[in-house]
């Protein structure tokens, strides 16, 4: 299984889309009003690979977080959370989470992670090399999706690849 750890906050909001909302409709707006275009380069990656959305984002303690991204358009199919770690080891490592989620699910043989965080050093490796890092400031922009696209050509195979 081919799959995609996403983290939300600087990938899909980020600081630059909330500032142009605030100007353009000088209104507040809801937190989970998403850029489009970085929704859109996902939605591109899932539909070419036919890989499948693990959220690693802090938004997963959210109860509604999947229908909030269907919401704003994420048409991958989201197949669940990274626990949380943060209790345990007492701040935050985004890679210790892979390492429980690859460990529980052998079947998943591909993967990336779309963060604006590097925290990626788990117990059994380093997921830097898989991590295509977004700008806080800019989120899920052309350049991380075009790294994404080279990378799911090298790592993640298409949609003919059997998995």
Not at 120 to 134: A, E, H, N, Q
Request: aromatic share 12%; charged share 30%; net charge negative.
């Amino acid at each position: 299984m081919k799959v995609i750890f996403l983290d939300i906050d600087g990938v899909l909001n980020h600081y630059y889309w909330y500032r142009e909302r605030r100007f353009k409709c000088k209104l507040p707006h809801p937190l989970d009003d998403f850029d489009p275009k970085s929704v859109s380069y996902l939605n591109n990656i899932t539909d070419i690979t036919g890989a499948k959305i693990i959220i690693s984002s802090s938004w997963r303690f959210d109860p509604d977080i999947v229908n909030i991204l269907h919401k704003v358009g994420i048409t991958g199919e989201i197949i669940g959370c990274t626990p949380d770690l943060y209790n345990i080891y007492g701040s935050l490592c985004r890679g210790k989470e892979i390492d429980v989620v690859l460990n529980k699910r052998p079947d998943i043989e591909r993967y990336i992670i779309l963060d604006d965080d590097t925290d990626m050093v788990g117990f059994r490796k380093d997921y830097t090399p898989y991590l295509i890092k977004c700008d806080t400031y800019t989120g899920f922009g052309m350049v991380e999706y075009s790294k994404a696209c080279e990378f799911i050509e090298r790592q993640l195979g298409d949609n003919n690849e059997e998995d």
